[in-house]
């Protein structure tokens, strides 16, 4: 499969809006991050979208992504949900809803902001089917496992998505590593970790803590994203071990 960061930028992404670029060379194209997103491709060309970023429209476009076999969402904050209506488009043609999964508590509060998305209105039709994980172990011909990390004084759902021998873990947005994320995330062959900057932050992984968890779960390959203006990539790039790479906007992982 292939695993494509449709963003990787922070929740203003990269420039911020004024043209601040921070400490990111505005000259190096891979510096201009939307927000996060993944979308992960089976060799058979089933497709899972993780999070539905305020830039998603955007990010289909760019990566010429017109339809997908179900939608994952990793919490409910702004940068991580708020594209969601650009699924109306992944919705037409389908003879039903766009299948939906998001820890309960999550998906509660998806369904109170969104509540047309999942349930139609005004004639219009139900766009996702939300259904809460609980014991969901299979999507889309994917082995789904998952694990709830803390996200300062929230929580966000860390995935492991795997197909025919190969794997991926998505942990963004996390501040503290767990015993039950290393479990999860054991041995991956690909690990896509939150970085949001060099020092510690209350509610995000610093590049120190995301490297430790890459070498805690004996992750095969490295990505970090979720990064701020502060992480240019030339430079964080002659920063990271070897088996890391830095993130970046269109980005594509075949395993």
């Given at each position: 499969?292939?695993?494509?960061?449709?963003?990787?930028?922070?929740?203003?992404g990269?420039?911020?809006?004024?043209?601040?670029?921070?400490?990111?060379?505005?000259?190096?194209?891979?510096n201009?991050?939307?927000?996060?997103s993944?979308?992960?491709?089976?060799?058979?060309?089933?497709?899972?979208l993780?999070?539905?970023?305020?830039?998603?429209r955007?990010?289909?476009?760019?990566?010429?992504?017109?339809?997908?076999?179900?939608?994952?969402?990793?919490?409910?904050?702004?940068?991580?949900?708020?594209?969601?209506?650009?699924?109306?488009?992944?919705?037409?043609?389908?003879?039903?809803?766009?299948?939906?999964?998001?820890?309960?508590?999550?998906?509660?509060?998806?369904?109170?902001?969104?509540?047309?998305?999942?349930?139609?209105?005004?004639g219009?039709?139900?766009?996702?089917?939300?259904?809460?994980?609980?014991?969901?172990?299979?999507?889309?011909?994917?082995?789904?496992?998952?694990?709830?990390?803390?996200?300062?004084?929230?929580?966000?759902?860390?995935?492991?998505?795997?197909?025919?021998?190969?794997?991926?873990?998505?942990?963004?947005?996390?501040?503290?590593?767990?015993?039950?994320?290393?479990?999860?995330?054991?041995?991956?062959?690909?690990?896509?970790?939150?970085?949001?900057r060099?020092e510690?932050?209350?509610?995000?992984?610093?590049?120190?803590?995301a490297?430790e968890?890459?070498?805690?779960?004996?992750?095969?390959?490295?990505?970090?994203?979720?990064?701020?203006k502060?992480?240019?990539?030339?430079?964080?790039?002659?920063?990271v071990?070897?088996?890391?790479?830095?993130?970046?906007?269109?980005?594509?992982?075949a395993?």
């Open positions: 499969m292939k695993c494509i960061l449709l963003g990787s930028g922070t929740s203003t990269v420039p911020r809006i004024g043209d601040d670029w921070g400490d990111c060379d505005p000259n190096e194209p891979k201009r991050r939307t927000r996060v993944i979308l992960l491709e089976s060799d058979e060309g089933r497709r899972i993780v999070d539905t970023s305020t830039d998603l955007q990010q289909l476009l760019a990566n010429q992504v017109d339809a997908i076999d179900a939608v994952f969402w990793t919490h409910d904050h702004a940068d991580h949900c708020h594209g969601i209506d650009d699924l109306r488009v992944l919705r037409y043609g389908r003879g039903g809803p766009i299948p939906g999964y998001a820890a309960a508590t999550t998906a509660d509060r998806l369904r109170r902001r969104f509540d047309y998305v999942f349930a139609g209105q005004h219009y039709p139900t766009i996702v089917s939300l259904e809460a994980l609980d014991r969901l172990r299979l999507c889309a011909g994917f082995s789904i496992a998952w694990c709830q990390m803390p996200h300062g004084p929230a929580q966000s759902t860390g995935f492991r998505f795997e197909i025919d021998g190969k794997s991926v873990a998505y942990a963004t947005d996390f501040s503290e590593i767990r015993s039950e994320m290393v479990d999860t995330f054991m041995n991956v062959d690909l690990l896509v970790t939150d970085c949001l060099r510690p932050h209350p509610t995000h992984a610093h590049l120190a803590m490297l968890l890459a070498e805690r779960c004996n992750a095969r390959q490295t990505v970090l994203t979720h990064l701020d502060s992480m240019d990539y030339r430079a964080l790039s002659e920063e071990p070897k088996g890391v790479s830095v993130g970046y906007d269109g980005m594509e992982v395993l």
